[in-house]
Nanobody
Framework: QLTLVESGGGLVQPGGSLRLSCLGS????????IGWFRQVPGKEREGVAS???????KYAGFVKGRFTISRDDAKNTVYLQMNHLEPEDTAVYFC?????????????????WGQGTQVTVSS
């Protein structure tokens, strides 16, 4: 079975950091574009960051240098390091795999999704 499983979410104070993990099973993450997305109730899922098989990366404008996406091929895991978190970053974060690394990070370009992990930024 081909799955993606996110972990690492939780409650953090404004200005704090979290590292999210996306573990792939049944397939090699390095063969695909991997994206991180987030969603809050009542809003569409929005792209946060993506990484290509060659480890090219793209970020949404609101990241502003605070987040870093990376991949560990030995662990078949993609990470999202999030620093300087703000209350506006509160959302369920999802990882997803897609066949192509595109110039924009859109959910329609990704076909396999994890179940999500909750990130809450609050004092």
């Amino acid at each position: 079975q081909l799955t993606l499983v996110e972990s690492g979410g939780g409650l953090v104070q404004p200005g704090g950091s979290l590292r999210l993990s996306c573990l792939g099973s049944g397939f090699t993450l390095g063969d695909y574009a991997i994206g991180w997305f987030r969603q809050v109730p009542g809003k569409e899922r929005e792209g946060v960051a993506s990484i290509s098989p060659r480890e090219n990366t793209k970020y949404a404008g609101f990241v502003k240098g605070r987040f870093t996406i990376s991949r560990d091929d030995a662990k078949n895991t993609v990470y999202l390091q999030m620093n300087h978190l703000e209350p506006e970053d509160t959302a369920v974060y999802f990882c997803a795999s897609g066949s192509f690394f595109m110039n924009d990070i859109q959910a329609a370009h990704f076909s396999r999704w994890g179940q999500g992990t909750q990130v809450t930024v609050s004092s």
